[in-house]
């Protein structure tokens, strides 16, 4: 992975061009602190599990935030070099991990890239009871197609070079579209049937964020889920 240069693009690989498009995109930290603030467990000693972390700008936003417990895990080796912190690498359709052992799962922008039914299985199979799973994503409004449409634009790319890289990282991801956009009431839908309870919802002109538990075992060894 080469440096960042301003607004240049250099990287020589159809996979380098994308990563060091994604780079240039999404930089905002105080954007993002904004939308993080949103979750209430911030600064708890609980881990998070950052699924789709990239090169870990979610956890270092977190960590200025005073959170202080991370694993970072992604598909790429390369943008897991680029964080500062030390990650996992593998696929989130398969995660590495022991099942009930993980406090919180943080997705930012990553769930259109998953085969979303199998990706829950995973994350819930991974939390522990009450443990939360927490998204953030793209929503199809009005104001992201008008967005994209001109993002698209070759043309714009020649006049503002933060679109070009977000041309780049853009066409990438809708090639990659396999959770879809267009399927929040199945998300949903998965999670309830997973045993899951939406706790706090919120959405923007341009996408939403959520925050779901998985339901706290009960004595007696059942879970509090109930499938009616
Ligand atoms: C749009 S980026 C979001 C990165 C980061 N969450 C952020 O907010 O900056 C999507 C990330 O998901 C990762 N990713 C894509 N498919 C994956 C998979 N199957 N398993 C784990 N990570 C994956 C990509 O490598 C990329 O880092």
Not at 40 to 53: A, M, P, Q, R, Y
Not at 170 to 179: H, K
Not at 221 to 228: A, I, L, R
Request: proline share 5%; net charge neutral; hydrophobic share 35%.
């Amino acid at each position: 992975m080469k440096p960042r240069d301003g607004g240049q693009i250099q990287a020589t690989t159809e996979s380098e061009i994308w990563e060091e498009a994604y780079q240039n995109v999404r930089r905002s930290m105080g954007r993002r602190k904004q939308l993080l603030g949103f979750f209430d467990w911030i600064g708890e000693e609980k881990t998070v599990l950052d699924l789709g972390t990239g090169d870990g700008l979610d956890i270092q936003a977190l960590e200025e935030m005073g959170h202080k417990r991370f694993i970072g895990f992604d598909i790429s080796h390369n943008l897991l070099q680029d964080s500062p912190h030390k990650g996992v690498v593998g696929d989130a359709h398969k995660i590495p991990f022991r099942d009930g052992s993980i406090d919180i799962v943080l997705a930012n922008s990553v769930i259109h890239h998953f085969d979303f039914p199998r990706m829950a299985s995973e994350i819930v199979r991974v939390l522990k009871p009450g443990g939360l799973f927490c998204y953030l994503e793209q929503r199809p409004t009005l104001a992201r197609s008008i967005l994209d449409w001109f993002t698209m634009q070759k043309w714009v790319g020649t006049i503002i070079p933060y679109l070009k890289h977000r041309r780049i990282a853009l066409s990438e991801e809708i090639e990659d579209y396999t959770g879809g956009l267009e399927n929040y009431p199945r998300i949903a839908r998965k999670l309830l049937e997973l045993g899951m309870d939406l706790e706090r919802e919120k959405k923007t002109l341009l996408g939403v964020l959520a925050q779901w538990r998985k339901k706290p075992k009960v004595p007696g060894g059942f879970s509090q889920f109930n499938p009616d």
